[in-house]
């Protein structure tokens, strides 16, 4: 925030914002935080996705910290962000608005989830400069923890568990949208979309939700589905870990429309168009 005038909380929060609290391929992969593509300056690492268009070239970074000074940068060299270094470092309110009427994003509301974001994390407290205490640590009286033989309780006693290498939990007793989007630490859009479903839907227990977004094909030990009997092409693509969108596109079938009992459901390649 020092060196380059930007609010520490708008930064935090739009690296929140788009990268789904570090979950999304760029991130995970790439150290990418912001979704900043190549462009002809870069000379560094590169790392592909499919964005606007297949296969898009993105920056990769060496650190999360290098994404985070490679967007405060960006921020502070664009003419069209000039006018916002007139604004106060700590009104991150006008900063947010600010960046949607220079055209940051497209998303009407990117101002307003950015706003949430800070509030609800209480974010502005870092761009007054208070310093943050750190306890030393005490003795403690529990048993020493086997380096060999130990988990991490991501969700408080939720099991997590890894398909298609995205992560997902099976839906409990209890649990609703707004309490799950709360404890993942998710927007409620982030949910919808990795999960292919509406905001607010409605969940069945033991259901499977992703918080990381699903890929564009299944693993390579599973090149085909057969169907059976009440599988939709929704459920495969829970299943599988693959989105919907691409499923639909590589089976050459309509989007809503779904495939018969016994059918091939392609989930890497692309079904023939003879078939």
Same mark, same amino acid.
């Given at each position: ?74 921020l ?13 470092p ?39 400069g ?25 969700? *408080?006693?939720?099991?997590? @568990?890894? =398909? !298609? +290498?995205?992560k997902?939990?099976?839906?409990? $007793? ?11 630490e ?51 693509s829970?299943?599988?870990?693959? *989105?919907?969108?691409?499923? @639909?596109? =590589? !089976? +050459? ?6 495939? $018969? ?5 392609y ?9």
């Amino acid at each position: 925030m020092e060196k380059y005038g930007v609010p520490a909380s708008i930064i935090l929060a739009q690296g929140m914002l788009e990268s789904g609290n570090g979950n999304s391929t760029l991130a995970v992969q790439g150290n990418n935080h912001f979704g900043i593509k190549c462009h002809n300056s870069w000379s560094g690492q590169k790392i592909y996705h499919d964005d606007d268009a297949k296969g898009e070239c993105f920056r990769k970074y060496k650190s999360v910290e290098h994404s985070y000074r490679d967007h405060s940068e960006f921020l502070r060299g664009g003419r069209r962000y000039a006018f916002l270094f007139d604004l106060a470092p700590t009104d991150f309110r006008a900063w947010a608005k600010g960046l949607k009427d220079a055209g940051y994003a497209t998303d009407p509301q990117y101002a307003d989830r950015l706003i949430k974001i800070i509030e609800e994390n209480k974010l502005y407290i870092i761009d007054r400069g208070v310093d943050i205490k750190i306890e030393s640590p005490t003795k403690g009286t529990g048993s020493l923890v086997d380096p060999e033989n130990f988990t991490i309780d991501i969700f *408080k006693q939720r099991e997590v @568990y890894t =398909r !298609n +290498r995205i992560k997902y939990i099976k839906v409990k $007793e209890g649990d609703t949208y707004e309490t799950l989007t709360r404890e993942m630490e998710l927007m409620p859009w982030q949910l919808a979309k990795y999960n292919d479903m509406e905001r607010g839907g409605k969940l069945t227990v033991g259901q499977d939700l992703y918080f990381q977004p699903k890929r564009s094909k299944a693993e390579p030990n599973h090149p085909i589905h057969t169907v059976e009997e009440g599988e939709t092409m929704y459920s495969i693509s829970q299943l599988y870990g693959i *989105k919907l969108k691409s499923l @639909y596109k =590589r !089976n +050459r079938m309509s989007l809503g429309t779904n495939p $018969e009992v016994g059918e091939k459901i392609y989930l890497r390649g692309r079904r023939p168009k003879d078939k």
